[in-house]
């Protein structure tokens, strides 16, 4: 049997870029030639993507579609189509087109090289503001300071997964997702694979300045308990100031009998103390919100729709990635 080749899309709002996306995706796919099959997963659009996607599908049985019941995130997004996709080798690549689909057939030589993940190394970030590439830069560097797992600098999704680090990809059931924080602790044999990042083709940017910073610290907090070490060592830090402090004011009031300094520094040292303590059990906080959400069971997605797939399996709390189907058939959703 020959080898199948996935190819997993996720969309948000894409119309705009989906025509010209899918023409340079089936044009690559093609020159490969290599049996291919491409999901596209509908992350609960509000333009015309599901109505292009389910077009695309009724045209070409090899390109199956997922539409999620509402947005779930990019991250969610993806893992769907890894639960759903049968390939050999399954590669991520997003329809914005800043990631060249070309560079595929070469993430294709690492695979038949031995790798079990071949990642796009950015060298060059095309279209993108200097504060993007600082803090970008910066993201990187800090979360490989403080994750256990080391994660490779200027990556992105983009990449190529062998059949066994998909199914151990899809054996992990955490709901708060950093799909290259999870890639990298699958392990295996990965190598880099250099390419030089587009201008998005068309369309808007899906990850403005809020969102960034929101997936900046799940990653960290995903993939690091140095937060929580923060916490603690605060904590001490506080201890040891108040332990000094103390004993400066018992010798000023039994030995100097100076008096005891005046209210600003009683009042500095309770905003000290109030804001510290409210950092530390905000960050606590976030842990506990995590384990609150994993204690819950539900399903990391819906799915409305399929086109071009067998049913879709049932929620069920044990299962790797838990996914789940809602009514809505084979069609594009309502």
Same mark, same amino acid.
């Given at each position: 049997?020959?080898?199948?080749?996935?190819?997993?899309?996720?969309?948000?709002?894409?119309?705009?870029?989906?025509?010209?996306?899918?023409?340079?995706?089936?044009?690559?796919?093609?020159?490969?030639?290599?049996?291919?099959?491409?999901?596209?997963?509908?992350?609960?659009?509000?333009?015309?993507?599901?109505?292009?996607?389910?077009?695309?599908?009724?045209?070409?049985?090899?390109?199956?579609?997922?539409?999620?019941?509402?947005?779930?995130?990019?991250?969610?997004?993806?893992?769907?189509?890894?639960?759903?996709?049968?390939?050999?080798? =399954? +590669? *991520?690549?997003? %329809?914005?087109?800043?990631?060249?689909?070309?560079? &595929? /057939?070469?993430?294709?030589? @690492?695979?038949?090289?031995?790798?079990?993940?071949?990642?796009?190394?950015?060298?060059?970030?095309?279209?993108?503001?200097?504060?993007?590439?600082?803090?970008?830069?910066?993201?990187?560097?800090?979360?490989?300071?403080?994750?256990?797992?080391?994660?490779?600098?200027?990556?992105?999704?983009?990449?190529?997964?062998?059949?066994?680090?998909?199914?151990?990809?899809?054996?992990?059931?955490?709901?708060?997702?950093?799909?290259?924080?999870?890639?990298?602790?699958?392990?295996?044999?990965?190598?880099?694979?250099?390419?030089?990042?587009?201008?998005?083709?068309?369309?808007?940017?899906?990850?403005?300045?809020?969102?960034?910073?929101?997936?900046?610290?799940?990653?960290?907090?995903?993939?690091?308990?140095?937060?929580?070490?923060?916490?603690?060592?605060?904590?001490? =830090? +506080? *201890?040891?100031? %108040?332990?000094?402090?103390?004993?400066?004011?018992? &010798? /000023?009031?039994?030995?100097? @009998?100076?008096?005891?300094?005046?209210?600003?520094?009683?009042?500095?040292?309770?905003?000290?103390?109030?804001?510290?303590?409210?950092?530390?059990?905000?960050?606590?906080?976030?842990?506990?919100?995590?384990?609150?959400?994993?204690?819950?069971?539900?399903?990391?997605?819906?799915?409305?729709?399929?086109?071009?797939?067998?049913?879709?399996?049932?929620?069920?709390?044990?299962?790797?990635?838990?996914?789940?189907?809602?009514?809505?058939?084979?069609?594009?959703?309502?």
């Amino acid at each position: 049997m020959d080898q199948l080749l996935s190819v997993v899309v996720p969309c948000f709002n894409e119309a705009p870029v989906l025509p010209a996306t899918h023409e340079r995706l089936t044009a690559v796919l093609a020159a490969i030639g290599m049996p291919w099959e491409i999901l596209y997963v509908d992350d609960g659009s509000h333009d015309r993507t599901a109505e292009l996607l389910m077009a695309l599908a009724a045209g070409d049985e090899r390109v199956k579609v997922i539409s999620l019941s509402r947005n779930f995130g990019h991250q969610l997004a993806v893992t769907a189509g890894l639960n759903h996709a049968a390939g050999s080798a =399954v +590669v *991520l690549i997003d %329809a914005d087109l800043q990631d060249p689909p070309e560079v &595929i /057939a070469t993430m294709l030589d @690492r695979w038949r090289e031995g790798y079990d993940v071949a990642y796009g190394l950015r060298t060059q970030r095309a279209g993108e503001s200097q504060f993007k590439r600082w803090t970008a830069r910066l993201f990187y560097r800090l979360i490989n300071r403080l994750s256990d797992v080391p994660i490779p600098l200027d990556v992105g999704d983009f990449r190529l997964l062998s059949r066994r680090a998909v199914d151990a990809f899809n054996a992990m059931p955490e709901c708060d997702r950093f799909i290259r924080g999870m890639v990298a602790w699958v392990g295996f044999r990965q190598v880099a694979v250099p390419y030089a990042r587009d201008r998005r083709h068309a369309g808007e940017s899906k990850y403005p300045l809020r969102r960034m910073l929101r997936f900046a610290w799940d990653g960290i907090v995903s993939f690091s308990d140095a937060p929580a070490r923060f916490a603690t060592t605060v904590g001490f =830090v +506080v *201890l040891a100031i %108040a332990v000094v402090v103390a004993t400066q004011v018992f &010798i /000023a009031y039994f030995f100097a @009998r100076d008096p005891v300094p005046g209210w600003t520094s009683t009042f500095l040292a309770i905003l000290f103390l109030g804001g510290m303590q409210s950092l530390c059990i905000g960050i606590l906080g976030e842990y506990i919100a995590r384990i609150y959400r994993e204690v819950k069971r539900r399903p990391l997605y819906l799915v409305a729709a399929t086109a071009n797939l067998p049913e879709a399996p049932q929620g069920d709390a044990d299962a790797g990635a838990r996914p789940c189907r809602v009514a809505g058939g084979d069609a594009r959703p309502s």
